[in-house]
């Protein structure tokens, strides 16, 4: 999430709301049909498939146009994270009940909370079925279901993080134990992984490399270690300018990078991982002693869409949620919308990319509730705080077209003590107070207003 002023994060607070009327709608201008309203445990007017970040906020942002009785959140889960967090935990910079609440504390007051997890979904019918074969009938909506974590796709995981000497940042259950491998390193090889797949954060695989690198120099462990980045990426980052300045960082450290190496295995028991090469596909290189064990290793999952998405109606080839990428509609069924990890949109996955796709899809229900076509675009905007050390980030921020698009006017490719603060501090406020409780769109207004004023 990018990091602004509290000052500005309530600037695109509604006055008002909008109530939609009770009974049988009739079919509307765009096409779809409606079902006749059923007990309220049956039907809603907005129904939200999702408690993660994009849930959350949508549903905050549609109680206040349909009123709270005429919404629902469907989310088993009974913990809600702020998962960017975990960069910082798994490093020791941050506690992990830092990032922890009650799914209770987060829900909108008075929006329903269904808990329960989605099954089916069957939109020729405008319902989603939920587990014990309980229906819910909708108007509109909202999926919001993230991604999903495979670590099994890698052969000896999970497992295989029974054992010391391996963790993950990107799970509850693991980002500790990469605290605890990262203090308990003595000497050897320190190695740090990023799938052949979509990730969420697709910085945070190499920020845990570079926070670890600080700390074995500050601790006097880094002669000792041999750093090493594996990724399946042809690249380091995929918009040149970060990129740039990250293979400084990289060359200043003496940090080695394979490219097109993509990990498929780990025998925890040996402390070895083995890749393939993405070059020559289904060959495999198992780690020697020199280059291939490992003292320490970071694993970033596969990832993939949730299971109830793939060959759904709503979902691509792949399993995604086939929405426009400008207006964050259903290609098919106009009173579908999608938002975050799980849609097809073709930018990173990070909180950032949902405040501004959010304060967009805010402004595209309204006017198909109103029967009119949407007209505000998303762009792409996403943002990743790249986290170099404990005191230090790179603020990368970037559109559909892998272009800077920045909030201040300064050269945020260079690392900076200011921005470490707002990753660290402000952000998880902001994603608490402002963006949760739909009163964030993102950093679009504050550019604007940087900006102008150097003009």
Partial sequence: MSPVGAAFSFSCLRPGVWLLKPGIQKKSSLGFHTAARCAAKDYYEVLVLGGGSGGITMSARMKRKVGAGNVAVVEPSKTHYYQPLWTLVGAGAKQLSASARPTESVMPEGVEWIKSRVTALDPDKNCVRLENDVKISYKYLIIALGISLHYEKIKGLPEGFHHPKIGSNYSVH??????????????????????????????????????SEAYWRKTGKRPKANIMFNTSLGVIFGVKKYADALLKIIEERNIAVNYKCNLIEVRADKQEAVFENLDKPGETEVHQVRKFQYEMLHVTPPMGPPDVLINSPVSDEIGWVDVNKETLQHKKYPNIF??????????????????????????????????????????????????????????????????????????????????????????????WNALLKGYWGGPAPIRKLMHLGLK
């Fill in 174 to 211: 693991t980002v500790e134990k990469t605290w605890k491998a990262l203090q308990d390193f003595k000497e050897g090889n320190a190695i740090f992984t990023f799938p052949n797949t979509p990730v969420k954060c697709a910085g945070a695989p190499q920020k845990i490399m570079y926070l």
């Fill in 338 to 431: 999608g938002i975050g990890d799980c849609t097809n949109l073709p930018t990173s996955r990070t909180a950032a990319a949902v405040a501004a796709q959010s304060g967009v899809l805010d402004k595209t229900i309204s006017l198909v509730m109103k029967n009119q076509s949407p007209t505000k675009k998303y762009d792409g905007y996403t943002s990743c705080p790249l986290v170099t050390s404990y005191n230090k980030v790179i603020l990368a921020e970037f559109d559909y077209n892998a272009q800077p698009l920045e909030t201040f006017p300064i050269d945020q490719s260079k690392q900076r003590t200011s921005m470490y603060h707002m990753k660290a501090d402000m952000m998880p406020f902001l994603y």
